[in-house]
C-alpha cells in the first residue's frame, strides 16, 4: 500500500489527485488490475468526476451544502455534522481498473478528493491489484 498526503486549504474543496494515483500505478508495474482508492477519514469523501470543466467542482459542492446546511439542530457536539454527512454520501473508495500499466479512466474523468471540514492534512491509501491474465 502507499499513501498520499494532501494538505487543503478549504473548508470544502475537491483536489484533483488523479497525477498522484496514476504516479503510484506507473511505479507499481502493474499491467492489468485493480487501482483501490480509500481514505482514512470521516469528515472528507474520495469521487470521480469531470476534471475539464472546474464548474462541475463547484456545482457539486454546491449541491452538497444545499442538500446538508452546516447548521441545522445537529446533536454532534463537534459542529461538524454537515461534513460527516456529506462524507457519507460521497463515500470513502473508489476503484479503477489498470489496464496497459496506466489507469483506465474516462477521457474527461478525474479523480477527486473532497474536503468537508477543512483545512486539514489528509491521508489516501492506494493499494494495486495484480491482477495477472494467462
Ligand atoms: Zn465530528
Not at 35 to 61: K, M, Q
Not at 69 to 77: A, L, T, V
Not at 93 to 121: K, M, Y
Amino acid at each position: 500500500m502507499e499513501k498520499i498526503v494532501i494538505r487543503t486549504t478549504k473548508r470544502k474543496q475537491m483536489v484533483d489527485i488523479t497525477g498522484q494515483v496514476s504516479s503510484i500505478v506507473q511505479r507499481s508495474n502493474v499491467k492489468t488490475g485493480l487501482c483501490f482508492v480509500f481514505i482514512p477519514h470521516t469528515t472528507c469523501g474520495i469521487t470521480i468526476n469531470e476534471n475539464a470543466d472546474p464548474s462541475v467542482r463547484d456545482d457539486l459542492l454546491f449541491f452538497l451544502c444545499e442538500l446538508v446546511p452546516e447548521n441545522s439542530g445537529y446533536r454532534h457536539s463537534e459542529g461538524n455534522s454537515d461534513a460527516h454527512i456529506q462524507s457519507s454520501i460521497v463515500g470513502q473508495s473508489v476503484s479503477i481498473i489498470v489496464q496497459d500499466g496506466n489507469l483506465a479512466l474516462g477521457v474527461w474523468q478525474g479523480i477527486f478528493l473532497c474536503e468537508f471540514d477543512g483545512p486539514r492534512t489528509r491521508s489516501v491509501w492506494v493499494q494495486i491489484l495484480d491482477i495477472r491474465s494467462s
